[in-house]
């Protein structure tokens, strides 16, 4: 389990999120932030500060934003 960052990071991208992160799990992509799941806590500290509400646990990530959970892994994963 991790937490998620879907779609709405795109259009916002300021990076608050990363401010907060306790475990620094968070890394910037060229479109958008992403969650390195394997070090993400589940704290929730990100998904307090998001202001477009992009970040979800991955249980409750909506339908339409279901690639997003593979997008945030696959991003590590190629690191
Ligand atoms: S706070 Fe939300 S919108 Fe801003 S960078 Fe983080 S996930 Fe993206
Ligand atoms: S839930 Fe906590 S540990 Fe996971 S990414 Fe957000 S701030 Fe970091």
Redesign the pocket.
């Known amino acids: 389990m991790a937490f998620v960052?879907t779609s709405?990071?795109e259009q916002?991208?300021?990076?608050?999120?990363?401010e907060v992160c306790p475990v620094d799990c968070?890394e910037e992509g060229k479109d958008?932030?992403y969650i390195d799941p394997d070090i993400c806590i589940d704290c929730g500290a990100?998904e307090a500060?998001?202001?477009?509400e992009?970040?979800f646990m991955e249980e409750e990530v909506p339908d339409k934003e279901h690639e997003y959970i593979a997008l945030n892994r696959k991003f590590f994963e190629e690191e």
């Open positions: 960052i709405p990071c916002e991208k300021a990076g608050e999120c990363v968070i958008m932030f990100c500060v998001c202001p477009v992009a970040i």
